[in-house]
Protein backbone atom coordinates (compact mmCIF):
# COMPACT_ATOMS: atom_id res chain seq x y z
CA UNK A 1 0.00 0.00 0.00
CA UNK A 2 2.73 2.60 1.12
CA UNK A 3 4.53 1.91 -2.20
CA UNK A 4 1.43 1.86 -4.40
CA UNK A 5 0.96 5.65 -2.37
CA UNK A 6 4.43 6.51 -3.30
CA UNK A 7 4.40 5.67 -7.13
CA UNK A 8 1.18 7.67 -6.84
CA UNK A 9 3.27 10.70 -5.28
CA UNK A 10 5.52 10.13 -7.88
CA UNK A 11 3.49 10.04 -10.65
CA UNK A 12 1.84 13.27 -9.33
CA UNK A 13 4.93 15.33 -8.82
CA UNK A 14 6.30 14.08 -12.73
CA UNK A 15 2.73 15.12 -14.23
CA UNK A 16 1.36 17.48 -12.77
CA UNK A 17 1.99 21.17 -11.81
CA UNK A 18 2.70 22.81 -8.14
CA UNK A 19 3.16 25.73 -7.40
CA UNK A 20 6.63 26.91 -4.85
CA UNK A 21 6.44 29.84 -2.72
CA UNK A 22 9.98 31.20 -2.40
CA UNK A 23 10.06 31.52 1.01
CA UNK A 24 9.79 27.66 1.23
CA UNK A 25 12.24 26.38 -1.07
CA UNK A 26 15.25 25.05 0.53
CA UNK A 27 18.00 22.70 -0.88
CA UNK A 28 16.32 19.38 -0.98
CA UNK A 29 13.18 20.73 -2.57
CA UNK A 30 15.77 22.17 -5.65
CA UNK A 31 17.79 18.92 -5.78
CA UNK A 32 14.43 16.93 -6.22
CA UNK A 33 13.38 18.79 -9.05
CA UNK A 34 16.47 17.62 -11.04
CA UNK A 35 15.79 14.18 -10.16
CA UNK A 36 14.58 12.93 -13.65
CA UNK A 37 16.19 15.20 -16.12
CA UNK A 38 19.00 17.93 -15.74
CA UNK A 39 16.30 20.75 -16.28
CA UNK A 40 13.36 22.06 -15.13
CA UNK A 41 9.76 23.61 -16.75
CA UNK A 42 8.32 26.73 -14.95
CA UNK A 43 6.50 29.66 -14.93
CA UNK A 44 5.83 32.51 -12.84
CA UNK A 45 4.25 36.01 -12.83
CA UNK A 46 6.83 38.97 -14.21
CA UNK A 47 5.32 42.97 -14.15
CA UNK A 48 7.78 44.88 -15.62
CA UNK A 49 9.94 44.46 -19.12
CA UNK A 50 13.15 45.46 -17.13
CA UNK A 51 12.64 41.74 -15.55
CA UNK A 52 12.71 40.08 -18.87
CA UNK A 53 15.90 42.02 -19.70
CA UNK A 54 17.23 40.76 -16.38
CA UNK A 55 15.86 37.07 -16.57
CA UNK A 56 16.62 36.64 -20.00
CA UNK A 57 20.38 35.93 -18.83
CA UNK A 58 19.53 34.36 -16.23
CA UNK A 59 17.00 31.10 -17.28
CA UNK A 60 15.90 30.14 -20.93
CA UNK A 61 12.84 31.90 -21.55
CA UNK A 62 10.27 29.68 -23.68
CA UNK A 63 7.60 32.18 -23.76
CA UNK A 64 5.66 35.30 -22.16
CA UNK A 65 1.91 35.68 -22.13
CA UNK A 66 0.70 39.14 -20.90
CA UNK A 67 2.93 39.14 -17.22
CA UNK A 68 3.20 35.07 -17.57
CA UNK A 69 6.56 33.71 -18.16
CA UNK A 70 7.54 30.14 -19.05
CA UNK A 71 11.02 29.09 -19.02
CA UNK A 72 13.51 26.46 -18.77
CA UNK A 73 16.80 26.37 -16.07
CA UNK A 74 19.54 23.47 -15.38
CA UNK A 75 20.50 23.21 -11.65
CA UNK A 76 22.68 26.07 -11.84
CA UNK A 77 20.46 28.39 -13.59
CA UNK A 78 17.67 27.58 -11.37
CA UNK A 79 19.78 28.72 -8.37
CA UNK A 80 20.34 31.90 -9.84
CA UNK A 81 16.44 32.81 -10.49
CA UNK A 82 15.95 31.67 -6.95
CA UNK A 83 18.03 34.47 -5.74
CA UNK A 84 15.22 36.80 -7.24
CA UNK A 85 12.41 35.11 -4.45
CA UNK A 86 9.53 34.85 -6.58
CA UNK A 87 6.89 32.03 -6.47
CA UNK A 88 6.78 30.07 -9.31
CA UNK A 89 5.41 26.89 -10.52
CA UNK A 90 6.56 23.88 -11.41
CA UNK A 91 5.04 22.58 -14.85
CA UNK A 92 5.15 19.11 -15.89
CA UNK A 93 7.85 18.47 -18.34
CA UNK A 94 6.76 18.83 -22.09
CA UNK A 95 8.69 16.25 -23.51
CA UNK A 96 6.41 13.79 -20.85
CA UNK A 97 3.23 14.91 -21.83
CA UNK A 98 1.82 12.24 -23.91
CA UNK A 99 1.80 8.07 -23.22
CA UNK A 100 5.26 6.64 -23.99
CA UNK A 101 3.51 3.77 -26.16
CA UNK A 102 1.87 6.52 -28.05
CA UNK A 103 5.53 7.70 -29.41
CA UNK A 104 6.96 4.58 -30.19
CA UNK A 105 7.10 3.41 -33.85
CA UNK A 106 4.84 0.67 -35.06
CA UNK A 107 5.55 -1.81 -37.38
CA UNK A 108 2.83 0.17 -39.64
CA UNK A 109 5.20 2.73 -39.98
CA UNK A 110 8.01 0.79 -40.84
CA UNK A 111 7.51 1.74 -44.81
CA UNK A 112 10.23 2.20 -47.78
CA UNK A 113 11.03 5.93 -48.44
CA UNK A 114 7.98 6.91 -51.11
CA UNK A 115 5.08 5.25 -49.44
CA UNK A 116 5.86 7.23 -45.31
CA UNK A 117 2.93 8.56 -44.24
CA UNK A 118 4.04 10.86 -41.58
CA UNK A 119 2.12 10.59 -38.83
CA UNK A 120 4.94 9.26 -36.21
CA UNK A 121 8.08 10.04 -34.62
CA UNK A 122 10.75 7.76 -35.99
CA UNK A 123 13.48 6.35 -33.87
CA UNK A 124 16.73 7.66 -33.86
CA UNK A 125 17.95 4.50 -36.03
CA UNK A 126 14.81 5.00 -38.30
CA UNK A 127 15.81 8.73 -38.64
CA UNK A 128 19.46 7.95 -39.83
CA UNK A 129 18.32 5.31 -42.42
CA UNK A 130 15.33 7.57 -43.76
CA UNK A 131 18.79 10.74 -44.57
CA UNK A 132 20.57 8.23 -45.73
CA UNK A 133 17.63 6.47 -48.12
CA UNK A 134 16.73 9.80 -49.21
CA UNK A 135 20.33 10.21 -51.03
CA UNK A 136 20.52 6.74 -51.94
CA UNK A 137 16.66 6.63 -53.75
CA UNK A 138 17.52 10.18 -55.64
CA UNK A 139 21.15 10.84 -55.27
CA UNK A 140 20.95 12.77 -58.87
CA UNK A 141 19.41 15.52 -56.49
CA UNK A 142 19.98 14.60 -52.66
CA UNK A 143 23.08 14.67 -50.93
CA UNK A 144 23.87 13.77 -47.43
CA UNK A 145 25.93 15.96 -45.39
CA UNK A 146 26.78 15.75 -41.60
CA UNK A 147 26.96 19.02 -39.75
CA UNK A 148 28.78 17.44 -36.67
CA UNK A 149 28.36 14.51 -34.03
CA UNK A 150 26.71 15.88 -30.59
CA UNK A 151 27.78 15.20 -27.29
CA UNK A 152 26.68 12.00 -27.33
CA UNK A 153 27.70 10.95 -30.59
CA UNK A 154 24.49 11.13 -32.11
CA UNK A 155 24.84 12.66 -36.01
CA UNK A 156 23.90 16.39 -36.58
CA UNK A 157 22.62 15.57 -40.60
CA UNK A 158 21.35 18.01 -43.27
CA UNK A 159 20.51 16.94 -47.20
CA UNK A 160 21.38 19.18 -49.64
CA UNK A 161 18.29 18.84 -52.67
CA UNK A 162 19.06 20.31 -55.34
CA UNK A 163 19.67 19.70 -59.29
CA UNK A 164 23.55 18.20 -59.49
CA UNK A 165 23.16 18.09 -56.16
CA UNK A 166 27.10 17.36 -55.62
CA UNK A 167 28.02 20.23 -57.43
CA UNK A 168 28.38 24.43 -55.96
CA UNK A 169 26.49 26.05 -58.74
CA UNK A 170 25.03 29.87 -59.58
CA UNK A 171 22.35 29.58 -57.11
CA UNK A 172 21.07 30.76 -54.01
CA UNK A 173 21.47 28.66 -50.83
CA UNK A 174 18.43 28.04 -48.15
CA UNK A 175 17.96 26.19 -44.86
CA UNK A 176 15.72 25.10 -43.00
CA UNK A 177 16.65 23.91 -39.16
CA UNK A 178 14.31 22.09 -36.78
CA UNK A 179 14.41 21.09 -33.21
CA UNK A 180 17.41 23.23 -31.70
CA UNK A 181 15.08 22.74 -28.86
CA UNK A 182 15.23 18.85 -28.61
CA UNK A 183 11.86 18.75 -27.07
CA UNK A 184 9.97 20.90 -29.70
CA UNK A 185 9.70 18.46 -32.21
CA UNK A 186 6.53 18.85 -34.22
CA UNK A 187 9.11 20.87 -37.17
CA UNK A 188 11.38 17.47 -37.02
CA UNK A 189 8.54 15.36 -38.56
CA UNK A 190 7.77 18.08 -40.89
CA UNK A 191 11.22 18.58 -42.20
CA UNK A 192 11.15 14.90 -43.04
CA UNK A 193 7.90 15.36 -44.65
CA UNK A 194 9.26 17.89 -46.78
CA UNK A 195 12.20 16.30 -47.71
CA UNK A 196 10.24 13.40 -48.86
CA UNK A 197 7.96 15.80 -50.30
CA UNK A 198 10.44 17.62 -52.39
CA UNK A 199 12.39 14.38 -53.45
CA UNK A 200 9.27 12.58 -54.78
CA UNK A 201 7.10 15.86 -56.55
CA UNK A 202 10.64 16.48 -58.67
CA UNK A 203 9.52 16.42 -62.34
CA UNK A 204 5.91 16.35 -61.57
CA UNK A 205 5.27 19.39 -59.68
CA UNK A 206 6.12 22.02 -61.64
CA UNK A 207 6.25 24.15 -58.39
CA UNK A 208 8.89 21.62 -56.50
CA UNK A 209 10.58 20.93 -59.98
CA UNK A 210 11.54 24.81 -60.51
CA UNK A 211 12.80 25.49 -56.61
CA UNK A 212 15.12 22.40 -57.04
CA UNK A 213 16.38 23.48 -60.64
CA UNK A 214 17.01 26.69 -59.31
CA UNK A 215 17.89 26.77 -55.60
CA UNK A 216 20.47 24.62 -53.04
CA UNK A 217 17.97 23.54 -50.45
CA UNK A 218 19.79 22.77 -47.20
CA UNK A 219 17.19 20.80 -44.93
CA UNK A 220 18.30 19.55 -41.23
CA UNK A 221 15.46 18.23 -39.32
CA UNK A 222 16.95 17.66 -36.23
CA UNK A 223 19.52 20.48 -34.55
CA UNK A 224 19.49 18.80 -31.21
CA UNK A 225 19.52 15.20 -31.60
CA UNK A 226 20.56 14.12 -27.57
CA UNK A 227 17.78 16.19 -26.63
CA UNK A 228 15.20 15.11 -28.78
CA UNK A 229 16.05 11.49 -28.08
CA UNK A 230 17.32 11.98 -24.50
CA UNK A 231 14.86 9.00 -23.22
CA UNK A 232 16.69 6.88 -25.12
CA UNK A 233 16.66 6.00 -28.58
CA UNK A 234 13.29 4.42 -29.18
CA UNK A 235 11.28 7.45 -29.13
CA UNK A 236 11.39 10.98 -28.38
CA UNK A 237 9.88 10.23 -25.49
CA UNK A 238 11.59 12.23 -22.41
CA UNK A 239 12.63 14.88 -24.84
CA UNK A 240 14.85 18.10 -23.38
CA UNK A 241 14.80 21.24 -24.45
CA UNK A 242 18.84 21.57 -23.63
CA UNK A 243 21.58 18.86 -24.85
CA UNK A 244 23.23 16.57 -23.07
CA UNK A 245 25.29 19.18 -20.96
CA UNK A 246 22.03 20.58 -19.72
CA UNK A 247 22.66 23.84 -21.86
CA UNK A 248 20.28 25.34 -24.08
CA UNK A 249 21.91 25.49 -27.50
CA UNK A 250 19.83 28.66 -28.83
CA UNK A 251 21.20 30.31 -26.64
CA UNK A 252 25.32 29.51 -26.86
CA UNK A 253 25.63 31.50 -29.93
CA UNK A 254 27.42 34.62 -30.54
CA UNK A 255 25.58 37.74 -29.50
CA UNK A 256 25.34 41.08 -31.63
CA UNK A 257 24.83 42.77 -28.36
CA UNK A 258 26.07 40.47 -25.26
CA UNK A 259 28.97 39.19 -27.17
CA UNK A 260 31.29 36.32 -27.66
CA UNK A 261 29.48 34.02 -25.11
CA UNK A 262 26.52 35.63 -24.01
CA UNK A 263 25.14 32.66 -21.57
CA UNK A 264 28.62 32.74 -19.88
CA UNK A 265 29.38 29.16 -21.14
CA UNK A 266 31.83 27.76 -24.00
CA UNK A 267 30.66 27.30 -27.47
CA UNK A 268 28.77 23.74 -27.17
CA UNK A 269 29.93 21.02 -29.54
CA UNK A 270 26.42 21.44 -31.05
CA UNK A 271 27.31 25.33 -31.50
CA UNK A 272 30.71 25.12 -33.18
CA UNK A 273 29.25 22.64 -35.74
CA UNK A 274 26.20 24.76 -36.73
CA UNK A 275 28.88 27.63 -37.30
CA UNK A 276 31.52 25.64 -38.97
CA UNK A 277 28.68 24.74 -40.88
CA UNK A 278 27.55 28.26 -41.81
CA UNK A 279 30.72 29.14 -42.23
CA UNK A 280 31.55 26.76 -45.21
CA UNK A 281 28.43 27.28 -46.33
CA UNK A 282 26.69 30.77 -47.88
CA UNK A 283 23.01 30.72 -46.78
CA UNK A 284 20.67 33.45 -48.39
CA UNK A 285 18.02 32.92 -46.12
CA UNK A 286 16.74 30.39 -43.46
CA UNK A 287 14.26 29.66 -41.08
CA UNK A 288 14.57 27.31 -37.67
CA UNK A 289 11.43 25.43 -36.51
CA UNK A 290 10.14 25.44 -32.64
CA UNK A 291 7.05 25.00 -30.70
CA UNK A 292 5.69 26.08 -27.55
CA UNK A 293 3.97 29.39 -29.20
CA UNK A 294 2.19 29.37 -33.22
CA UNK A 295 4.15 32.83 -34.66
CA UNK A 296 6.77 33.79 -37.10
CA UNK A 297 9.52 35.40 -34.92
CA UNK A 298 11.76 37.86 -37.14
CA UNK A 299 14.75 39.79 -36.15
CA UNK A 300 16.16 41.34 -33.79
CA UNK A 301 15.63 39.09 -30.59
CA UNK A 302 18.40 40.67 -28.68
CA UNK A 303 17.56 44.51 -29.50
CA UNK A 304 14.81 46.54 -30.27
CA UNK A 305 16.57 48.11 -33.09
CA UNK A 306 14.48 46.73 -35.79
CA UNK A 307 16.10 45.24 -38.93
CA UNK A 308 17.20 46.95 -42.36
CA UNK A 309 14.70 44.92 -44.08
CA UNK A 310 12.08 45.46 -41.61
CA UNK A 311 9.60 46.19 -44.30
CA UNK A 312 10.57 42.47 -46.01
CA UNK A 313 10.27 40.65 -42.78
CA UNK A 314 7.00 41.88 -41.86
CA UNK A 315 6.19 41.31 -45.39
CA UNK A 316 7.24 37.82 -45.72
CA UNK A 317 6.18 36.86 -42.07
CA UNK A 318 1.93 38.10 -43.31
CA UNK A 319 2.81 35.96 -46.42
CA UNK A 320 3.83 32.98 -43.96
CA UNK A 321 1.19 33.44 -41.32
CA UNK A 322 -2.04 34.66 -43.84
CA UNK A 323 -1.08 31.63 -46.16
CA UNK A 324 -1.79 29.20 -42.99
CA UNK A 325 -4.80 30.69 -41.61
CA UNK A 326 -6.34 29.54 -45.74
CA UNK A 327 -5.41 26.23 -44.93
CA UNK A 328 -5.52 25.51 -40.89
CA UNK A 329 -9.01 25.94 -38.65
CA UNK A 330 -9.69 29.00 -37.22
CA UNK A 331 -7.39 30.03 -33.86
CA UNK A 332 -4.04 28.62 -35.59
CA UNK A 333 -0.97 30.38 -35.69
CA UNK A 334 -2.71 34.09 -34.18
CA UNK A 335 0.09 34.63 -31.76
CA UNK A 336 1.35 38.35 -31.07
CA UNK A 337 0.14 40.23 -34.02
CA UNK A 338 -1.81 37.40 -35.89
CA UNK A 339 0.84 35.03 -36.04
CA UNK A 340 3.98 37.24 -36.72
CA UNK A 341 6.12 39.48 -34.68
CA UNK A 342 9.39 41.62 -34.30
CA UNK A 343 11.51 38.98 -31.89
CA UNK A 344 12.77 41.77 -29.60
CA UNK A 345 8.51 42.86 -29.28
CA UNK A 346 7.60 39.50 -27.82
CA UNK A 347 10.79 39.08 -25.53
CA UNK A 348 14.57 39.55 -25.47
CA UNK A 349 17.29 36.79 -26.20
CA UNK A 350 20.66 36.77 -26.40
CA UNK A 351 22.54 34.14 -28.19
CA UNK A 352 19.90 32.64 -30.19
CA UNK A 353 21.02 31.10 -33.53
CA UNK A 354 18.48 33.41 -35.69
CA UNK A 355 20.38 36.98 -34.37
CA UNK A 356 23.88 35.02 -34.83
CA UNK A 357 22.96 33.92 -38.61
CA UNK A 358 21.72 37.37 -39.42
CA UNK A 359 24.70 39.59 -38.01
CA UNK A 360 27.72 37.30 -38.96
CA UNK A 361 26.97 35.47 -41.87
CA UNK A 362 24.80 38.24 -43.49
CA UNK A 363 21.32 35.62 -43.76
CA UNK A 364 17.74 36.45 -43.54
CA UNK A 365 17.30 33.79 -40.72
CA UNK A 366 14.04 33.89 -38.96
CA UNK A 367 11.95 31.39 -36.23
CA UNK A 368 9.54 30.39 -36.95
CA UNK A 369 7.11 28.60 -33.62
CA UNK A 370 4.94 25.89 -35.34
CA UNK A 371 3.12 24.64 -32.80
CA UNK A 372 1.54 25.45 -29.14
CA UNK A 373 2.03 21.57 -28.03
CA UNK A 374 5.38 21.20 -28.28
CA UNK A 375 5.01 17.56 -28.21
CA UNK A 376 2.50 16.84 -30.66
CA UNK A 377 0.01 13.72 -30.45
CA UNK A 378 1.45 11.81 -33.13
CA UNK A 379 -2.54 12.09 -34.96
CA UNK A 380 -2.22 15.71 -35.63
CA UNK A 381 1.19 15.31 -37.38
CA UNK A 382 -0.36 15.17 -40.80
CA UNK A 383 -2.62 18.21 -39.70
CA UNK A 384 0.28 20.34 -39.37
CA UNK A 385 2.07 19.44 -42.55
CA UNK A 386 -0.78 20.83 -44.25
CA UNK A 387 -1.35 23.69 -42.48
CA UNK A 388 2.33 24.37 -43.13
CA UNK A 389 3.93 23.42 -46.53
CA UNK A 390 2.40 26.01 -48.93
CA UNK A 391 3.87 28.76 -46.52
CA UNK A 392 7.13 26.45 -46.73
CA UNK A 393 7.25 26.53 -50.40
CA UNK A 394 6.86 30.07 -50.50
CA UNK A 395 9.38 31.10 -48.14
CA UNK A 396 12.19 29.04 -49.97
CA UNK A 397 10.98 30.91 -53.15
CA UNK A 398 11.60 34.42 -51.97
CA UNK A 399 15.11 33.43 -51.56
CA UNK A 400 14.83 34.16 -55.81
CA UNK A 401 13.07 37.30 -55.45
CA UNK A 402 14.43 41.03 -55.13
CA UNK A 403 17.12 41.15 -57.27
CA UNK A 404 20.24 38.48 -58.02
CA UNK A 405 23.25 37.95 -60.35
CA UNK A 406 26.63 37.35 -60.75
CA UNK A 407 29.58 39.52 -60.63
CA UNK A 408 32.95 39.25 -63.03
CA UNK A 409 36.35 40.56 -64.06
CA UNK A 410 35.63 42.63 -66.89
CA UNK A 411 38.78 41.03 -68.25
CA UNK A 412 37.95 37.61 -68.36
CA UNK A 413 35.17 37.05 -66.78
CA UNK A 414 36.19 35.23 -63.59
CA UNK A 415 33.47 35.19 -60.76
CA UNK A 416 34.32 37.79 -58.27
CA UNK A 417 34.30 37.65 -54.32
CA UNK A 418 32.28 40.77 -53.75
CA UNK A 419 30.09 42.84 -51.46
CA UNK A 420 26.89 43.63 -52.49
CA UNK A 421 25.87 46.86 -50.28
CA UNK A 422 22.44 48.76 -50.70
CA UNK A 423 23.29 52.58 -50.62
CA UNK A 424 21.01 54.44 -47.77
CA UNK A 425 19.62 50.78 -46.52
CA UNK A 426 21.89 48.15 -45.26
CA UNK A 427 23.49 48.70 -41.69
CA UNK A 428 24.05 45.68 -39.22
CA UNK A 429 25.58 43.45 -41.84
CA UNK A 430 21.97 43.69 -43.80
CA UNK A 431 24.26 43.62 -46.87
CA UNK A 432 24.82 40.35 -49.21
CA UNK A 433 27.79 38.73 -51.22
CA UNK A 434 28.57 36.64 -53.75
CA UNK A 435 29.58 33.26 -53.69
CA UNK A 436 33.53 33.28 -54.52
CA UNK A 437 33.01 30.07 -56.50
CA UNK A 438 30.19 31.47 -59.23
CA UNK A 439 30.04 35.15 -57.85
CA UNK A 440 26.89 34.96 -57.98
CA UNK A 441 24.51 36.51 -54.90
CA UNK A 442 20.87 36.91 -54.10
CA UNK A 443 19.42 39.71 -52.31
CA UNK A 444 16.14 39.22 -50.97
CA UNK A 445 14.63 42.62 -50.46
CA UNK A 446 11.23 44.53 -49.87
CA UNK A 447 9.88 46.23 -53.50
CA UNK A 448 11.18 49.56 -54.05
CA UNK A 449 13.88 51.45 -56.01
CA UNK A 450 17.42 50.95 -54.76
CA UNK A 451 21.18 52.22 -55.42
CA UNK A 452 23.57 49.17 -55.00
CA UNK A 453 26.90 49.32 -55.00
CA UNK A 454 29.34 46.27 -55.91
CA UNK A 455 32.95 46.09 -54.56
CA UNK A 456 35.46 43.54 -54.43
CA UNK A 457 39.37 43.94 -52.87
CA UNK A 458 41.48 45.25 -56.09
CA UNK A 459 38.67 46.38 -58.38
CA UNK A 460 37.02 49.77 -58.57
CA UNK A 461 33.89 49.98 -56.85
CA UNK A 462 30.52 50.09 -58.99
CA UNK A 463 27.14 51.87 -58.15
CA UNK A 464 24.04 50.66 -59.88
CA UNK A 465 21.54 53.29 -59.66
CA UNK A 466 17.51 53.25 -59.45
CA UNK A 467 17.20 49.22 -59.51
CA UNK A 468 14.10 48.48 -59.19
CA UNK A 469 12.25 45.61 -57.14
CA UNK A 470 8.61 44.48 -57.08
CA UNK A 471 6.84 41.80 -55.32
CA UNK A 472 7.38 38.24 -56.09
CA UNK A 473 9.59 39.52 -59.07
CA UNK A 474 13.49 39.26 -59.73
CA UNK A 475 15.12 41.51 -61.06
CA UNK A 476 18.27 40.26 -62.68
CA UNK A 477 21.97 42.07 -62.01
CA UNK A 478 24.98 40.93 -63.57
CA UNK A 479 27.77 43.14 -62.90
CA UNK A 480 31.31 43.26 -63.98
CA UNK A 481 33.91 44.94 -62.33
CA UNK A 482 37.21 46.43 -63.79
CA UNK A 483 40.59 45.69 -61.76
CA UNK A 484 42.42 48.55 -60.38
CA UNK A 485 45.61 47.18 -61.74
CA UNK A 486 45.61 45.75 -65.35
CA UNK A 487 48.56 44.60 -67.54
CA UNK A 488 47.15 43.91 -71.01
CA UNK A 489 50.81 43.09 -72.47
CA UNK A 490 51.45 40.33 -70.20
CA UNK A 491 47.97 38.71 -70.16
CA UNK A 492 48.42 38.31 -66.28
CA UNK A 493 45.10 39.38 -64.08
CA UNK A 494 44.35 38.15 -60.31
CA UNK A 495 40.93 35.96 -59.33
CA UNK A 496 39.84 34.12 -57.25
CA UNK A 497 39.84 30.23 -57.90
CA UNK A 498 41.11 28.89 -55.00
CA UNK A 499 39.37 27.52 -51.61
CA UNK A 500 39.33 27.48 -49.28
CA UNK A 501 41.71 29.41 -48.58
CA UNK A 502 43.23 30.05 -45.86
CA UNK A 503 43.49 25.93 -45.54
CA UNK A 504 45.82 23.02 -43.90
CA UNK A 505 47.47 23.31 -47.39
CA UNK A 506 44.87 21.36 -49.61
CA UNK A 507 43.60 23.76 -51.48
CA UNK A 508 40.77 23.03 -54.44
CA UNK A 509 41.67 25.36 -57.67
CA UNK A 510 38.90 26.05 -59.75
CA UNK A 511 39.53 26.35 -63.43
CA UNK A 512 37.93 29.20 -65.26
CA UNK A 513 35.56 28.84 -67.97
CA UNK A 514 37.58 29.73 -70.81
CA UNK A 515 39.53 27.68 -73.07
CA UNK A 516 42.44 25.83 -72.10
CA UNK A 517 45.11 24.24 -73.29
CA UNK A 518 44.98 20.10 -72.94
CA UNK A 519 48.10 20.88 -69.99
CA UNK A 520 48.57 23.65 -68.11
CA UNK A 521 50.71 24.01 -65.51
CA UNK A 522 50.58 25.33 -61.48
CA UNK A 523 53.15 26.50 -59.54
CA UNK A 524 53.20 27.84 -55.65
CA UNK A 525 55.71 30.66 -54.97
CA UNK A 526 57.02 31.97 -51.74
CA UNK A 527 57.32 35.48 -50.84
CA UNK A 528 60.97 35.46 -51.47
CA UNK A 529 60.31 34.62 -55.38
CA UNK A 530 61.15 30.93 -54.96
CA UNK A 531 59.40 28.18 -56.64
CA UNK A 532 58.40 25.82 -54.15
CA UNK A 533 56.06 23.79 -55.70
CA UNK A 534 54.67 23.01 -59.33
CA UNK A 535 52.82 20.46 -61.42
CA UNK A 536 51.33 20.23 -64.78
CA UNK A 537 47.70 19.64 -65.31
CA UNK A 538 45.88 17.01 -66.89
CA UNK A 539 42.66 19.14 -68.40
CA UNK A 540 39.74 17.17 -70.03
CA UNK A 541 37.10 19.01 -71.22
CA UNK A 542 34.28 19.38 -68.28
CA UNK A 543 36.76 19.58 -65.77
CA UNK A 544 36.47 22.31 -63.54
CA UNK A 545 38.27 21.88 -60.21
CA UNK A 546 41.70 20.42 -59.40
CA UNK A 547 42.91 19.45 -55.95
CA UNK A 548 46.25 20.80 -54.95
CA UNK A 549 48.02 19.21 -52.16
CA UNK A 550 50.98 21.30 -50.61
CA UNK A 551 50.59 20.47 -46.98
CA UNK A 552 54.03 19.72 -47.31
CA UNK A 553 54.41 23.75 -47.58
CA UNK A 554 55.06 25.69 -43.95
CA UNK A 555 52.57 27.88 -42.75
CA UNK A 556 52.46 31.33 -44.48
CA UNK A 557 51.61 33.45 -47.61
CA UNK A 558 52.43 31.80 -50.89
CA UNK A 559 51.38 32.92 -55.15
CA UNK A 560 49.68 30.78 -56.94
CA UNK A 561 50.64 31.08 -60.76
CA UNK A 562 47.87 29.25 -62.59
CA UNK A 563 48.78 29.11 -67.09
CA UNK A 564 45.94 28.01 -68.89
CA UNK A 565 48.27 28.71 -72.28
CA UNK A 566 45.66 31.58 -73.39
CA UNK A 567 46.07 33.87 -70.27
CA UNK A 568 48.34 33.82 -66.76
CA UNK A 569 46.11 33.91 -63.26
CA UNK A 570 47.94 35.12 -60.17
CA UNK A 571 46.49 34.24 -56.50
CA UNK A 572 47.45 34.48 -53.09
CA UNK A 573 47.26 31.13 -51.03
CA UNK A 574 47.59 31.31 -46.84
CA UNK A 575 48.60 27.60 -45.45
CA UNK A 576 47.34 28.30 -41.56
CA UNK A 577 47.15 25.30 -39.50
ZN1 LIG B 1 12.30 26.77 -28.90
Redesign the pocket.
Known sequence: MKKISLIILIFFLANLSYTIQAQYINQNTTDSLFNDRGEVYFTFPVHKLYDIHTLTKVISI?NVKGHQVFAYANKLEFSEFLKFKTDFTILPHPGTLLQESSLIPVPGNHQPINRIIWDFYPSYQQYLDYMVGFAAAYHDICKLDTIGTSIQGRLILAVKISDYAEMPEAEPQFLYTSS??GD?TTGYVLMLHLIDYLLSNYNTNPTVTNLINSTEIFINPLANPDGTYHGGNASVYGAT?YNANNIDI?RNFPDPKVGQHPDGNQWQVETEAWMNYAENNHFTMSANF???AEVFNYPWDTWSKLAADDDWWQFVGREWADTVHQNAPAGYFTDMENGVTNGYAWYEINGGRQDYMNYWHNCREV?V?ISNIKLLPTNQLINFWNYNYTSLLNYIRQVHYGFSGVVTDTVNDAPLAAKVFIQSHDFDNSEVYTRSLSGFYARPVFEGVYDVSFSSPGYFTKTIRNVSVSKWATTILDVQLRPLTYDAQDKVTSTTMVFPNPSDGHFRLVLPDKPINPSCSVQIINTVGSIVYSSVIDYFHGMIQVDLDISHLQNGLYFLKFNSGYRIYLDKLIISR
Open positions: DIHERNHGGTE
